[in-house]
């Protein structure tokens, strides 16, 4: 299957040199832009704006890897380096903040910041239209509360004796139902992501994560198109990247459109390196709007300086990221026109 792709991508694109290296040279000059908002804002980050940037550090670290013999990309690899030395400092730096900040979250989520949680896909995928499914009634979604907790039962870190993986009855009943969108569908796919990152062995993270994963990604890829079409509302930026770094991580290459990348790049901000909110509206009216929406729920925002936005922010270099990781495969152009 990943040969297949390959020489299909090798078959249908033919970009010269220069042209690679302009789309290489955009996509790392825009992580580190992110990456220099992270230097000087650091204090700031609660740790889910952390997330994000300890994810693109693998990334980064994952695509030097794959980098390292080829002479052609040793000024890119360089350049990397120096962007995995500055990312490596500044997380720490942030991780403790974010630890000051909300001791109580911070201990639930403390994996998601270690140094082996976030494991690289090692095969790709492509989603599957037929899995797209009808959806739910608003009286059917769940809370950010039930998500967090079936979350930390995976994690374990609430249980007194350090177990971990422990799947409830409610948890698997809603974190597998077909029908939800939005961050609903995010957060049940980031269940089984964390599910898989923390080594779960039941059937649910082993024989079943396959299915769901594809379920899941099908409905994201068609919430990411219908974004598209619609323009990409300022208000939606944000679930649409993190539909691109959940499902690239989970290995779905088809997430993966150069154009997309370029939008993504086009919103960051050219002189804080952020992603921010839309001009005509507050922090406070964004929050009182997604209140109003029980579909949004997604993980803690922040707001920084007078626009930026860390949650957003961090899903934006987490998307990025895995363009980058993904460029070395060739993959990052074929989907461009797919």
């Known amino acids: 299957m990943q040969l ?4 299909i991508a090798l078959a249908l694109f033919n970009f010269t040199s220069s042209e690679n290296e302009t789309i290489l040279s955009s996509l790392i000059s825009a992580i580190e832009k992110a990456t220099l908002f992270l230097k000087n804002e650091y204090q700031e980050f609660n740790l889910d704006g952390v997330v994000g940037f300890k994810l693109l550090l693998e990334q980064v670290k994952g695509t030097m890897e794959r980098w390292a013999m ?3 990309l040793y000024f890119y690899w360089l350049r990397l380096k120096r962007l995995e030395n500055t990312l490596t400092s500044l997380t720490k ?11 109580q979250y911070f201990n639930d989520f403390r994996d998601l910041l270690t140094d082996s949680f976030w494991i690289l896909p090692s095969s790709w995928n492509h989603t599957n239209p037929e899995l797209v499914y009808l959806l739910l009634e608003d009286s059917q979604v769940f809370s950010e509360f039930f998500s967090d907790k079936c979350i930390i039962l995976l994690l374990g870190t609430r249980n007194d004796q350090g177990e971990s993986c422990v799947v409830s009855s409610p948890c698997r009943r809603k974190m597998t139902k077909s029908g939800y969108t939005d961050y609903l569908l995010s957060h049940q796919l980031l269940y089984f992501i964390v599910g898989k990152m923390k ?3 039941r059937n649910l993270f082993t024989q079943d994560a396959p299915y769901y994963t594809n379920m899941f990604c099908a409905n994201m890829m068609k919430k990411n198109v219908e974004i598209e079409y619609n323009g990409f509302p300022k208000l939606q930026q944000d679930l649409f990247m993190e ?3 959940l499902c690239g991580l989970s290995g779905f290459l088809d997430f993966y459109k150069l154009r997309w990348m370029n939008e993504i790049i086009s919103w960051q901000d050219s002189t ?11 922090t406070s009216s964004v929050i009182e709007k997604e ?3 029980p579909k949004r729920v997604k993980r803690r925002e922040k707001k920084v300086s007078e626009r930026c936005l860390c949650h957003k922010t961090s899903v934006a270099v987490g998307a990025l990221g895995g363009f980058l990781y993904s460029f070395q495969l060739g993959i990052s152009y074929i989907n461009n026109h797919w």
């Open 70 to 72: 080829k002479k052609e």
């Open 243 to 245: 539909n691109i770094m």
């Open 272 to 282: 804080s390196g952020c992603f921010d909110i839309a001009e005509n509206f507050t």
């Open 291 to 293: 209140k109003q929406s």
């Open 199 to 201: 080594g779960c062995t």
């Open 93 to 103: 730096k942030a991780t403790y903040f974010a630890k000051q900040s909300d001791p």
């Open 4 to 7: 297949t792709l390959l020489l």
